[in-house]
């Protein structure tokens, strides 16, 4: 680690996994680079404190019910957050600011997620800096404030669902049906003010993009918004490894890993929000026992709805399961994509989930459920070509096909060759001089001149 630059930045993570692994990720390289931090964090999916001993940690109540706090329902979660977590986190940061200065210790900055819609204001009555950070790809995050605009139009683009939608390219007709199908008015407000609030702070940080993936989603980012923009990432690759975990990873992965030949699992996992029917569940399995390829597969507990686990897969099919493959509670999924008998990841998509897999190299089966996870499969079907997409058909026979075809069949090889160089692309941008290097020297300097 660098000498302390005698400056602190303060960061408040939205909690959830998603946002969490990209926060601390930032924490990290801010570190390392001499900033103290501090972590003021909601007492819900709190982070374990005890694996970052550098970091100073302030817990605030947020003050959901056990029940909203196990709800299904993101939008309505962050909404009960924002609502809950203002007073707190204004008496915490307060406090916090007057004893930095009896302490005679500087707090350059606020950074915390676009989702934190009151930390604006405050950050301005308090005279504090705000930079925001923002986990999508950043052609989501810059594409998506015409959504609310498309439902108002009632915007129903029932034909030709395979054409492109010309309003939010490269996602196809059914896909932006199938956003807009989670649009409500709740929603639609809350983007409203995420767009106001970030064009009002002090900088957007993409925590996990470069040039290399965004070049133009960057330039109409910097237009737009006419605040600086930092696109720092793939920053796991600075520091690997996923200490921020909510989850109790199972570790026996990398073992029966060993066990594998080269490039010849296929990893399968949907993150940390998304759930699947129990007709999901029995159809992913057959495709995958029926491929007859070996797999790895996290099922988070609770994530088939209904169920508390797998208890739904017949045991005669659990046994012929076991012959080929492992199902986990989670995962140390970075080192998973890392590793050498690792040869596709079948995924919904979630921003980090791709990130992580391209830098590894490995292709991908599309199989995104909502929201970003849409676009980014598109990009990774149709724009860079560096997997196949299911096209919404988790069916046993079409999850067969695209598994043997991505891990035996010449079309996966050519896809593994071609992400092969994106992944070589991509990993030169974090390297000196290369394109997210030199962004976040300039977040650095930006940071130190509050
Ligand atoms: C959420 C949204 O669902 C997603 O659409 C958005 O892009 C980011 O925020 P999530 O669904 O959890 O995220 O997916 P993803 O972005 O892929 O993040 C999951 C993180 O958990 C990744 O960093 C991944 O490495 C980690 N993970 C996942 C594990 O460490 N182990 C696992 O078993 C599964």
């Given at each position: 680690?660098?000498?302390?630059?005698?400056?602190?930045?303060?960061?408040?993570?939205?909690?959830?996994?998603?946002?969490?692994?990209?926060?601390?990720?930032?924490?990290?390289?801010?570190?390392?680079?001499?900033?103290?931090?501090?972590?003021?964090?909601?007492?819900?999916?709190?982070?374990?404190?005890?694996?970052?001993?550098?970091?100073?940690?302030?817990?605030?109540?947020?003050?959901?019910?056990?029940?909203?706090?196990?709800?299904?329902?993101?939008?309505?979660?962050l909404t009960l957050l924002n609502r809950s977590c203002e007073s707190p986190f204004r008496d915490c940061l307060t406090k916090l600011l007057r004893s930095s200065e009896e302490e005679k210790q500087r707090i350059s900055c606020l950074i915390d997620d676009a989702g934190w819609i009151f930390t604006q204001p405050l950050a301005w009555s308090l005279n504090l800096p705000r930079l925001?950070?923002?986990?999508?790809?950043?052609?989501?995050?810059?594409?998506?404030?015409?959504?609310?605009?498309?439902?108002?139009?009632?915007?129903?683009?029932?034909?030709?669902?395979?054409?492109?939608?010309?309003?939010?390219?490269?996602?196809?007709?059914?896909?932006?049906?199938?956003?807009?199908?989670?649009?409500?008015?709740?929603?639609?407000?809350?983007?409203?003010?995420?767009?106001?609030?970030?064009?009002?702070?002090?900088?957007?940080?993409?925590?996990?993009?470069?040039?290399?993936?965004?070049?133009?989603?960057?330039?109409?980012?910097?237009?737009?918004?006419?605040?600086?923009?930092?696109?720092?990432?793939?920053?796991?690759?600075?520091?690997?490894?996923?200490?921020?975990?909510?989850?109790?990873?199972?570790?026996?992965?990398?073992?029966?890993?060993?066990?594998?030949?080269?490039?010849?699992?296929?990893?399968?996992?949907?993150?940390?929000?998304?759930?699947?029917?129990?007709?999901?569940?029995?159809?992913?399995?057959?495709?995958?026992?029926?491929?007859?390829?070996?797999?790895?597969?996290?099922?988070?507990?609770?994530?088939?709805?209904?169920?508390?686990?797998?208890?739904?897969?017949?045991?005669?099919?659990?046994?012929?399961?076991?012959?080929?493959?492992?199902?986990?509670?989670?995962?140390?999924?970075?080192?998973?994509?890392?590793?050498?008998?690792?040869?596709?990841?079948?995924?919904?998509?979630?921003?980090?989930s791709t990130v992580e897999s391209v830098c590894e190299g490995v292709p991908m089966i599309c199989v995104p459920s909502v929201w970003d996870q849409l676009l980014n499969a598109r990009f990774v079907s149709d724009v860079w070509m560096v997997g196949?997409?299911?096209?919404?058909?988790?069916?046993?026979?079409?999850?067969?096909?695209?598994?043997?075809?991505?891990?035996?069949?010449?079309?996966?090889?050519?896809?593994?060759?071609?992400?092969?160089?994106?992944?070589?692309?991509?990993?030169?941008?974090?390297?000196?001089?290369?394109?997210?290097?030199?962004?976040?020297?300039?977040?650095?300097?930006?940071?130190?001149?509050?």
């Amino acid at each position: 680690m660098e000498k302390s630059n005698g400056l602190r930045v303060v960061l408040f993570p939205l909690p959830i996994q998603g946002c969490i692994n990209p926060m601390f990720q930032l924490a990290k390289i801010l570190h390392s680079r001499g900033f103290s931090i501090t972590v003021i964090h909601t007492r819900f999916n709190a982070p374990k404190a005890s694996n970052h001993p550098l970091y100073t940690f302030l817990e605030i109540p947020d003050g959901l019910s056990e029940a909203e706090a196990s709800t299904q329902d993101v939008t309505l979660l962050l909404t009960l957050l924002n609502r809950s977590c203002e007073s707190p986190f204004r008496d915490c940061l307060t406090k916090l600011l007057r004893s930095s200065e009896e302490e005679k210790q500087r707090i350059s900055c606020l950074i915390d997620d676009a989702g934190w819609i009151f930390t604006q204001p405050l950050a301005w009555s308090l005279n504090l800096p705000r930079l925001v950070t923002n986990t999508y790809k950043v052609s989501f995050f810059v594409g998506h404030f015409v959504i609310p605009e498309l439902s108002r139009e009632r915007y129903l683009p029932l034909q030709e669902q395979d054409e492109p939608a010309e309003e939010f390219p490269p996602l196809k007709k059914k896909d932006l049906l199938q956003i807009l199908d989670g649009e409500t008015e709740v929603l639609n407000s809350y983007s409203d003010m995420i767009l106001q609030t970030t064009k009002a702070s002090s900088g957007l940080i993409f925590v996990s993009s470069c040039e290399e993936l965004d070049q133009e989603s960057l330039s109409q980012a910097r237009k737009d918004y006419q605040i600086p923009v930092f696109a720092i990432g793939p920053s796991h690759i600075y520091f690997p490894g996923s200490s921020s975990s909510l989850f109790t990873v199972d570790e026996t992965c990398i073992q029966w890993l060993d066990k594998q030949e080269d490039n010849s699992v296929i990893y399968v996992s949907f993150g940390s929000v998304v759930n699947i029917s129990e007709t999901e569940l029995l159809e992913i399995a057959w495709g995958l026992r029926n491929s007859d390829q070996p797999f790895l597969w996290v099922v988070r507990v609770g994530m088939v709805n209904g169920n508390k686990w797998v208890e739904a897969i017949p045991e005669e099919l659990m046994e012929r399961l076991k012959e080929k493959g492992k199902i986990v509670k989670w995962a140390p999924q970075q080192e998973v994509l890392k590793h050498r008998a690792t040869g596709g990841f079948l995924t919904h998509n979630g921003w980090n989930s791709t990130v992580e897999s391209v830098c590894e190299g490995v292709p991908m089966i599309c199989v995104p459920s909502v929201w970003d996870q849409l676009l980014n499969a598109r990009f990774v079907s149709d724009v860079w070509m560096v997997g196949l997409h299911l096209e919404g058909r988790i069916e046993r026979n079409e999850i067969e096909r695209v598994v043997r075809k991505l891990l035996l069949e010449p079309e996966g090889e050519v896809i593994r060759e071609r992400m092969k160089l994106l992944a070589e692309k991509v990993g030169r941008s974090v390297k000196q001089n290369g394109s997210a290097y030199r962004s976040l020297e300039r977040l650095v300097d930006h940071i130190s001149s509050f």
